[in-house]
């Protein structure tokens, strides 16, 4: 499997399409076209980052920066308030990856 980029599938699709056909047994050939006939979901892979913090300015104020796309998270008020769950720029996952 290394070197194969994954396909993901619409799997509410693929119940549909083999709904009915369980009695029939189909080979592993058989079946394995019948995947491929599946159309693939509109996903994209999920990029994990973590919060970075620096303190900026004369005042020098919090700002909290994404560690994936190194852009401020433009949100204000307190550390909290500011880390979000998703990079509101890049759309990273804040899970600390």
Same mark, same amino acid.
């Given at each position: 499997?290394?070197?194969?980029?994954?396909?993901?599938?619409?799997?509410?699709?693929?119940?549909?399409?083999? @709904?009915?056909?369980?009695?029939?047994? =189909?080979?592993? !050939?058989?079946? &394995?076209?019948?995947?491929?006939?599946?159309?693939? +979901?509109?996903?994209?892979?999920?990029?994990?980052?973590?919060?970075?913090?620096?303190?900026?300015? @004369?005042?020098?104020?919090?700002?909290? =920066?994404?560690? !994936?796309?190194? &852009?401020?998270?433009?949100?204000?008020?307190?550390? +909290?308030?500011?880390?979000?769950?998703?990079?509101?720029?890049?759309?990273?996952?804040?899970?600390?990856?």
């Amino acid at each position: 499997m290394s070197g194969v980029s994954p396909r993901y599938i619409d799997a509410t699709f693929a119940k549909v399409q083999f @709904t009915g056909n369980f009695q029939d047994s =189909y080979s592993p !050939a058989e079946a &394995k076209v019948l995947i491929d006939e599946v159309p693939t +979901a509109d996903v994209l892979p999920v990029v994990h980052a973590h919060w970075v913090e620096q303190f900026e300015g @004369t005042y020098l104020r919090r700002a909290m =920066y994404c560690s !994936a796309c190194k &852009k401020k998270s433009g949100i204000g008020g307190s550390k +909290a308030n500011q880390m979000k769950p998703y990079c509101p720029n890049c759309g990273a996952k804040m899970d600390g990856g």
